[in-house]
């Protein structure tokens, strides 16, 4: 049996701490796992590396602002991962 392939995000260049996707409707609102299962207003996905648990991280945002890093969406957690991934 063939195993799947798990992709995971690797820790954070700035501060070695962990990032985290989060799943939000095509505006970038944020939604829970669930909303996963019926994407009645699009389905996107969000790198989350909050300020909150990476102290003086610089890439690392405010809960305020939902704790994401940037304002990328993408279309699969696979891109997500990816796009962190590369950019280390
Ligand atoms: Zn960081």
């Given at each position: 049996?063939?195993?799947e392939e ?22 970038g609102n ?53 796009a962190w991934?590369?950019?280390?």
């Amino acid at each position: 049996m063939k195993m799947e392939e798990i992709k995971i995000l690797k820790p954070c260049p700035f501060c070695g701490g962990k990032a985290e996707i989060s799943v939000s409707d095509d505006e970038g609102n944020h939604r829970n796992e669930e909303y996963e299962n019926d994407p009645w207003s699009g389905l996107s996905f969000k790198i989350q590396h909050d300020h909150e648990s990476n102290k003086g991280c610089p890439i690392a945002n405010f809960e305020e602002d939902g704790g994401t890093v940037g304002v990328y969406l993408y279309d699969s957690r696979e891109e997500a991962i990816e796009a962190w991934n590369k950019r280390l």
